[in-house]
């Protein structure tokens, strides 16, 4: 049957000549009436965004200032990051390498030895105790053969850790992953829009208050960083997906854990331009650099923060750590 409220738009009696105006009228209010309407069936594993306009951004950090309309259309996304077990099955049916696992080209690292030119990734390593901390070289190192497989170097593994977001992939990798299982990277505004979860304005994607009854919500740092961590939430790096709970929309971990890639290229000035509806992001960046959203296990009150709703950071396209994974999304037929 048809939606009353459109059906009536149509008059008993129409005269001859507006009868195909009112009948195009008719179709535009059917589409616009089921607009953001949930299809079926859900793909596994991803939840159903339904789209809408919000506020984008935050006056709490420069780079996602200023605080604008944005507009996105309905859209599938992953419930949670892409997990080790989710990569491996791609890595088994393709043969794929991360770019962490390829030797590095000697014209993207001038001046490094031969010796030097080894697959290797960036793992968190706490500074010692004369360190600064005011560095990030100093808590950043280059570890030969870290990887998706192996994220603290060799000799770890992510047996026993199938549930666990994958890290140290690029942005390379997770638009390879997208492209294979027939989805793609999420846009920043619609990877903002789903975080948020339907809540407008708050500091937080939950609410106002960081710890509400002193639960934890999110996988954050707790302590000074980078020196101290308490690990009061019992998890030093990342947490299996799903251990907090939920937004508004049903997904998982968009705060803290790890950073979560976008397809959006990245410039800090970017939303003193962005258009309304449907941002994809500038079309000359300038750099190689992608949008990165959500923070990370390493993000703390003073260091950093970007767990906070509508903050927003970056990485080179082939950058890959221990605190960096992704989700896909998937557009509605």
């Not at 666990?164 to 989805?183: C, E, I, M, N, T």
Request: hydrophobic residues 35%; aromatic residues 12%.
């Amino acid at each position: 049957m048809a939606n009353r409220a459109a059906s009536s738009l149509l008059p008993v009696v129409i005269p001859g000549g507006a009868i195909l105006a009112a009948f195009l009228v008719y179709l535009v209010v059917l589409a616009i009436s089921g607009a953001g309407r949930k299809p079926e069936p859900p793909p596994p594993g991803m939840v159903w965004i339904p789209g809408g306009t919000f506020k984008m951004g935050t006056t709490e950090f420069p780079e996602s200032q200023p605080v604008h309309t944005a507009a996105v259309k309905g859209f599938w996304m992953d419930a949670t990051e892409v997990t080790n077990e989710q990569f491996e099955a791609f890595v088994k049916a393709t043969g794929y390498v991360t770019i962490a696992e390829r030797t590095p080209e000697a014209k993207k690292f001038p001046g490094a030895k031969p010796e030097q030119l080894k697959p290797f990734s960036a793992v968190f390593t706490p500074p010692a105790g004369n360190a600064s901390g005011q560095d990030f070289r100093e808590w950043w190192s280059p570890v030969y053969g870290a990887d998706w497989k192996h994220p603290d170097g060799p000799g770890s593994s992510v047996a026993g850790k199938e549930k666990y977001p994958v890290v140290h992939v690029s942005w390379v990798d997770a638009d390879a992953y997208a492209k294979w299982a027939g989805k793609r990277l999420p846009t920043e505004a619609e990877w903002e829009f789903a975080a948020r979860g339907g809540r407008e304005g708050s500091k937080y994607i939950w609410g106002d208050e960081f710890r509400p009854d002193g639960k934890s919500m999110a996988n954050t740092w707790q302590g000074n960083f980078p020196k101290e961590n308490k690990v009061e939430d019992g998890h030093r790096t990342a947490a299996p997906v799903g251990s907090y709970p939920p937004n508004g929309f049903g997904l998982y971990d968009m705060a803290g854990n790890v950073w979560e890639w976008c397809s959006d290229w990245y410039r800090e000035d970017y939303f003193k331009e962005s258009p309304k509806d449907n941002p994809q992001g500038p079309e000359d960046p300038g750099t190689k650099r992608k949008v990165q959203k959500g923070g990370s296990f390493l993000c703390s009150e003073n260091y950093c923060a970007r767990y906070k709703a509508g903050a927003r950071h970056s990485g080179e396209m082939e950058d890959a750590a221990d605190h960096i994974g992704f989700r896909c999304v998937k557009d509605a037929r």
